[in-house]
């Protein structure tokens, strides 16, 4: 659609695709409506993100389940994380968040047993505020302080994307909008910066295939 840039982060499809992706709305656009046949989730990164079930300003992160449907639109611009049919067709917990004002706590291990998920880092100077869990995924945004180690088995898989600051992990370094993405028994070894780092992190959603509806369905 006219003013939606879209950089492609991860793919598995043709057009209708299991994608992760960043996407960029130019001031006054909007997208066509549309049914999220597998779910969506996203995290608005910057301006304020519309649709008829609200505004939606940079920090919020959202889920709509399979089968819903939205016409989105901006009216002053907007960034965000989109994630697209990756969800269970039982997952039908629509939701908002603004994480500007949630609670961070310190991290503690969690999740549930049948999938040996960590809901979230532990560790000195790593605090957390859980968006979303369920029997195979959980959903965090994490601040970690400057020079804070996070070391895990990503046994389930873990994806992260760096919304202040900067991180370090091996060879690389992340700033602000960086993506990692790690396979089920990967492992993370990071490291924030000088400056600490704000992160979103999914862990446990690469353990399984997810078969969700069809578009037929």
Request: glycine residues 14%.
């Amino acid at each position: 659609m006219a003013g939606v840039e879209r950089r492609m982060l991860d793919r598995i499809g043709d057009e209708e695709a299991r994608a992760t992706t960043i996407v960029r709305f130019a001031p006054g656009s909007s997208f066509s409506e549309h049914t999220h046949h597998g779910g969506e989730e996203y995290l608005v990164l910057d301006g304020v993100f519309q649709d008829q079930y609200g505004d939606f300003p940079a920090g919020t992160y959202v889920r709509n389940p399979p089968r819903t449907s939205h016409k989105p639109y901006t009216d002053a611009g907007c960034t965000i994380l989109v994630k697209l049919r990756q969800m269970a067709p039982s997952d039908q917990n629509q939701f908002s968040v603004n994480t500007h004002t949630g609670r961070l706590t310190q991290g503690s291990s969690g999740g549930t047993a049948d999938c040996h998920l960590t809901a979230v880092a532990t560790g000195p100077g790593v605090l957390t505020m859980l968006l979303h869990e369920d029997e195979r995924e959980t959903v965090a945004i994490e601040t970690w302080s400057a020079g804070a180690a996070v070391d895990e088995e990503a046994s389930g898989g873990l994806e992260l994307l760096v919304l202040e600051g900067s991180v370090r992990e091996g060879e690389d370094e992340l700033r602000k909008w960086s993506w990692l993405r790690l396979p089920r028994g990967g492992s993370l070894g990071a490291v924030a910066g000088p400056e600490g780092a704000r992160v979103w992190v999914k862990r446990g959603h690469l353990a399984g295939e997810i078969k969700g509806p069809t578009t037929e369905g």
